[in-house]
């Protein structure tokens, strides 16, 4: 077993992308996600790999596409406004099928905004990624430890579906420092891909990786196919985590540093005798929809606690099905709501009980 060693989860991100075999990192520094690239900068040329700092963030997912298309593990990091900035470049990846990994750390915004915690970046990430009729899987950590082990999970999904993995953090996660274990005895599993442009050495058909289909119902076929493919993940890829759910009669949906806070709450509450439990969304997509579900028929209400103006809300709705109501507690602009506001929330929910 490993040591444990004490870092930032940026640097827990950056390590553990090392490790899941990334040796090509393309980044512009932006607040809070900047120690990932400080830390590639540092730890690539170490082992080989390439670290570049692009001249923009449109040029670095544009890196990414290209060594990603030679069949390599690749990475790159942003946060909010540079993730818009990207989007074009990951509708292209979508559009030709290429594994890449991203990182959001996210800011507080609309347009620059400021540099403190968010999660208003939800429906960027789990709805309107780029252009097109594309997904892409969105791994929400709510500890430093997380941010590894997803970090690594999400290059095995990517290239076990072809398609990009997005670590969706919140600015308090970037930078908070926790106990990490990346253990280096750990198996990391690879694809074989047949569909790269490596050169042919004369032993077969040209590969060629391209996202523009002139023939309409090539453009459709092919995303239909896609989509097939999304329902799998749906199907095979959720993952979760419930807290004080058996007995819950209101059940609080939170991530990130939110579900931290939230659980801190619950556990209050449950000693003034409210039933409140918790299920934590780890993939935002696919998001959870079973568990909520079956929770709807048990629970009086849910309660959405987001750093954003609301917009998980929706997910929780079209879950259940709307068979509850779902009330939101939040905090936006870089403000983290306490866990005595969780509470109250919790306590109004429950009627004004406690």
Not at 169 to 176: I, L, S, V
Not at 190 to 199: L, N, R
Not at 327 to 350: D, T, W
Request: aromatic residues 6%; proline residues 5%; charged residues 25%.
């Amino acid at each position: 077993m490993a040591e444990k060693v004490l870092m930032k989860g940026n640097e827990a991100i950056a390590e553990a992308a090392i490790k899941a075999g990334c040796r090509h990192y393309f980044g512009y520094p932006i607040t809070p996600q900047t120690e990932i690239a400080a830390y590639m900068a540092k730890r690539m040329p170490k082992i080989g790999g390439t670290f570049l700092q692009a001249e923009s963030e449109i040029a670095a997912i544009n890196m990414v596409y290209g060594v990603s298309a030679a069949g390599k593990r690749v990475m790159t990091s942003s946060s909010s406004p540079g993730i818009a900035l990207k989007s074009e470049g990951l509708s292209y990846l979508a559009g030709a099928d290429l594994p890449a990994f991203v990182v959001n750390v996210q800011r507080g915004g609309p347009g620059l905004g400021g540099i403190q915690p968010s999660q208003s970046d939800y429906f960027q990430a789990t709805k309107a990624g780029g252009h097109g009729d594309f997904r892409m899987i969105v791994l929400a950590p709510a500890s430093v430890q997380e941010m590894a082990d997803l970090t690594i999970k999400g290059f095995e999904l990517a290239d076990e579906y072809r398609m990009t993995a997005m670590i969706l953090a919140d600015g308090t996660m970037g930078q908070m420092m926790e106990p990490v274990e990346i253990r280096e005895d750990a198996e990391i599993k690879t694809f074989d891909k047949p569909w790269a442009v490596t050169g042919t050495k004369c032993e077969r058909e040209h590969n060629i990786v391209n996202s523009l289909f002139l023939k309409p119902e090539e453009l459709e076929s092919g995303n239909i196919a896609r989509f097939e493919r999304y329902k799998k993940i749906e199907e095979t890829e959720a993952m979760y985590e419930e807290f004080m759910m058996e007995d819950a009669e209101i059940c609080v949906v939170a991530f990130g540093i939110a579900a931290r806070v939230s659980q801190n709450a619950i556990v209050e509450a449950r000693k003034q005798g409210i039933k409140v439990g918790m299920i934590r969304p780890i993939t935002l997509w696919p998001f959870p929809k079973k568990p909520l579900l079956k929770a709807a028929d048990k629970v009086k209400k849910f309660i959405s606690v987001e750093l954003s103006m609301g917009q998980m809300v929706e997910d929780i709705e079209l879950a259940v099905r709307c068979k509850k109501p779902v009330e939101l507690c939040n905090r936006v602009g870089g403000m983290i709501p306490s866990p005595e506001e969780v509470l109250a929330k919790i306590i109004e929910a429950n009627g004004g009980k406690n």
